[in-house]
């Protein structure tokens, strides 16, 4: 089989403007790289977060008239080596081409980690070692609600929303990167709209049109059967590094923008 380290490549785009006078001059910028071939993507996080394990993603990637698409590899068998040489075998995930490791794995920050993985054609790829640091202590959280926070969906209005910040000691002489993301529950009351001339159908789910009894003509909304929630992500990248902040306590860093969708408030994770 063959043996290869792949490393993480990042490709920086500069664009330089050189301005004479008042006049700039800015030359159009082809995106297209002519990559018409598949590209082996590997992605994913190790927590120790047991209730929401992330998912390590290995697929290929196809860019296609400027559109990027991603296919999952079928057969593929992937672990995680600990330095110690404990091989822990990853549980495929679905369709999507992820890997979980099972319920009793747990980090050792004392320890570096390598994941490998093989593909059904024979081929075998390793990462290099990385360790995997604790998380240091949360000295503050705290939200402050503010009424022009997030821009609409159409780019056009100011909404209000209660921006979370937090205080923390970065760990000093130690490179970190640090990564927030957050899950925000909204309780429902109405779980579902159906247009007019429709009813709900429980069975399916979904609204279905009915031309005999029980015509409706303007839309209904249907109460939620016990406890709703609307489960809704962050859909920003909010990372930071400590290279100008090594050792430093680290005031007010915005970790997430929670929208007011009801007065019942809502909980963040």
């Known amino acids: 089989m063959n043996n290869k380290t792949f490393h993480s490549i990042y490709k920086y785009v500069f664009l330089f403007l050189i301005l004479s006078g008042l006049n700039a001059c800015i030359d159009p910028y082809d995106s297209d790289f002519g990559q018409d071939n598949r590209v082996l993507v590997v992605e994913g996080l190790m927590t120790n977060d047991l209730q929401n394990p992330d998912t390590i993603k290995i697929q290929y990637s196809y860019y296609v008239n400027e559109s990027l698409y991603k296919k999952p590899i079928a057969g593929t068998q992937a672990s995680i080596v600990s330095s110690t040489g404990l091989e822990t075998k990853l549980i495929s995930a679905g369709t999507e081409g992820g890997f979980l490791p099972p319920t009793n794995f747990r980090i050792n920050s004392a320890e570096k980690y390598t994941l490998k993985f ?71 009351v109405h779980c579902i709209t159906c247009e007019a001339n429709a009813l709900y159908v429980a069975a399916s789910q979904s609204c279905v049109k009915n031309a005999q009894a029980f015509i409706r003509n303007p839309p209904y909304d249907y109460q939620c059967n016990g406890n709703c929630y609307n489960i809704l992500k962050n859909n920003t990248v909010n990372i930071l590094s400590d290279v100008s902040s090594d050792g430093r306590l680290i005031k007010g860093k915005l970790i997430g923008k929670i929208p007011i969708y009801s007065l019942a408030g809502c909980l963040v994770v």
């Open 118 to 188: 093989s593909l059904a054609d024979g081929q075998s790829y390793q990462s290099t070692p990385q360790q995997i640091l604790p998380t240091p202590t949360i000295d503050k959280v705290y939200d402050v609600f503010n009424a022009k926070s997030r821009l609409s969906s159409d780019g056009k209005t100011q909404l209000a929303a209660n921006e979370i910040y937090l205080d923390f000691q970065d760990t000093p002489n130690q490179k970190n990167n640090y990564m927030w993301r957050y899950t925000h529950y909204e309780r429902l």
